[in-house]
């Protein structure tokens, strides 16, 4: 089962660019789909969207389409989750998660639930 | 505003049963058997405990069950513990499956 490292908090300023990793170990990287998940101080977790790092099809949540980029390197099992400009809204725990990949037999992907999930990346953005 | 919506709170005794409902609309919970239920302890990554509406993952206590009945689905925790408190929140997928959706969660008190 592959296990999700995660890079370390960040503190930015508003208007940097900012990219944080998940790295995969054990099992093959490329098996999985991996997505990240926002949890903003004291509040819910939101659903951004979801890589398969083994072609790099993307999926994101409307909220989340053109806000941030979701990319993968396979050769180093990795994602990656990026900013171009920070706000101080993107002030946030952010987690990525993983689910075996495959398509139902109705053609769904499988990304409907999270069984793996790394620590977290405290991201803090402040003038 | 999330697009699932839970309780904010619940609470129950030890020994109770308590459930949490998570309402969406036809274009996730309605149409999809692809809900889950995560609980989250303060400080700690989520766990999920339920998924496609009823499975529990291999060493998740069978004190949890889930259901769902059109547009609304349901965790039931049974015989409460003072461990089960923490927040829980329900997911599903949407418009043909192309993203997922999160309830806003739910503060489970055991008093």
């Known amino acids: 089962e592959v296990q999700l490292v995660q890079s370390g908090a960040e503190v930015k300023k508003p208007g940097e660019s900012l990219k944080i990793s998940c790295q995969g170990s054990g099992d093959r990287f490329t098996s999985y789909w991996i997505g990240w998940v926002r949890q903003m101080p004291g509040k819910g977790l939101e659903w951004m969207g979801i890589i398969y790092p083994g072609d790099s099809d993307t999926r994101y949540s409307p909220s989340f389409q053109g806000q941030v980029t979701i990319s993968a390197d396979k050769s180093t099992s990795t994602a990656y989750l990026q900013w171009s400009s920070l706000k101080a809204s993107d002030t946030a725990m952010y987690y990525c998660a993983g689910r075996k990949y495959f398509y139902d037999s109705s053609g769904y992907p499988s990304y409907w639930y999270f069984d793996l999930w790394g620590r977290g990346t405290l991201v803090t953005v402040s003038s | 505003q999330s697009a699932l919506t839970q309780p904010a709170s619940v609470s129950g005794s030890p020994g109770q049963s308590i459930t949490i409902s998570c309402t969406g609309t036809?274009?996730?919970?309605?149409?999809?058997?692809?809900v889950s239920w995560y609980q989250q302890h303060p400080g700690k990554v989520p766990k999920v405990m339920i998924y496609e509406v009823s499975n529990r993952p291999s060493g998740v206590s069978n004190r949890f069950s889930g259901s769902k009945s059109g547009n609304t689905a349901s965790l039931t925790i049974s015989g409460l513990q003072a461990e089960d408190e923490a927040d829980y929140y329900c997911?599903?997928?949407?418009?043909?499956?192309?993203?997922?959706?999160f309830g806003g969660g739910t503060k489970l008190t055991v008093l």
């Open positions: 997911s599903s997928c949407t418009i043909g499956c192309t993203y997922v959706v």
């Open positions: 036809s274009s996730d919970i309605g149409t999809y058997n692809y």
